[in-house]
């Protein structure tokens, strides 16, 4: 069979279109579930070898703490993404989504709350397992806290500022830091000096998860997997034409606040921090409850 000139060019572009678009499933099965289901297996194997957390990790079981951050995560980000689709701060393509549909989002983004969380959780805890431990203490504990806590306070302060005063070409911006930094200065005020104890461990934690997530969000904004509004960003890229500096913030300060949260609330150093009642409940659980961390 004979093909025209423009059959073959329509054929050749449908393919080209073909090969770059990725659907939202698509780049969750590629980037996202391969290393958390190498996590578990490690995990498994860690298992079967008899690796458990450090004593200083055992305030509460690792799959306790992972399925909670699941559950906070899902409840506080539902809302905060639902307002940015609806205002069109970002952007899904409907050609690339099941169109199952939550208020303005799609299924898979829920996907991506639950695969991320768990990803970072799972890899917290593996750190944990295998880090040395940080026994040395922090000689002014209320003093780190406080000022990681005032420090923060002033940017998010800046941040509804801006969200409210500000351009709309800061919006994206604004709207990440007004929304994150509420619950990092909630867990800092509750245990910076934890946190700065353990800095290996959570530095290890954030950064490593962030650029990979940072890398492969650049290549499903590429790919057209979902957009950002230039009109509400400062026109910042960390990869040029490819990630804007509000999806890479958006990846550092979610995975901040997994890593934190994972410390804490495995650090048997914060119990001594919860109110009586809630920590004999709590130890009454981890008592009968089998351990398998």
Not at 51 to 63: G, T, Y
Not at 73 to 97: C, F, G, I, S
Not at 213 to 223: C, H, P
Request: aromatic content about 10%.
């Amino acid at each position: 069979m004979r093909y025209d000139d423009e059959t073959v060019l329509h054929h050749e572009q449908r393919l080209l279109v073909s090969h770059r678009t990725m659907k939202y499933f698509g780049f969750l099965a590629r980037f996202v579930v391969p290393p958390l289901v190498g996590l578990l297996l490690l995990s498994w194997r860690d298992h079967r070898r008899g690796k458990r957390m450090p004593p200083s990790f055992r305030n509460l079981k690792p799959e306790l703490a992972v399925a909670g951050h699941v559950g906070v995560a899902v409840a506080y980000t539902t809302p905060w993404d639902n307002y940015l689709v609806a205002t069109r701060v970002w952007w899904y393509d409907p050609k690339l989504v099941t169109g199952f549909l939550l208020g303005w989002v799609p299924i898979e983004e829920y996907s991506f709350f639950v695969l991320q969380t768990l990803l970072t959780g799972s890899w917290m805890v593996w750190l944990a397992k295998h880090l040395p431990a940080e026994t040395r203490k922090s000689r002014h504990p209320i003093l780190i806290r406080a000022g990681m806590t005032a420090a923060l306070g002033l940017v998010w302060a800046a941040s509804v500022w801006n969200l409210v005063r500000g351009p709309q070409s800061r919006r994206y911006l604004s709207l990440t830091l007004s929304w994150a930094l509420l619950p990092i200065m909630f867990q800092t005020a509750f245990g910076g000096d934890i946190l700065w104890q353990h800095r290996r461990l959570v530095a290890l934690g954030i950064i490593p998860t962030t650029l990979y997530l940072g890398l492969s969000d650049s290549l499903a904004i590429e790919s057209g997997t979902w957009k950002i509004n230039p009109e509400k960003t400062v026109k910042v890229d960390l990869i040029k034409d490819k990630l804007p500096l509000e999806e890479g913030l958006f990846f550092l300060v979610t995975n901040t606040l997994v890593a934190m949260g994972m410390t804490l609330v495995l650090a048997t150093d914060s119990s001594k921090r919860i109110p009586a009642v809630l920590r004999r409940a709590l130890a009454r659980y981890v008592q009968n409850a089998p351990t398998t961390g």
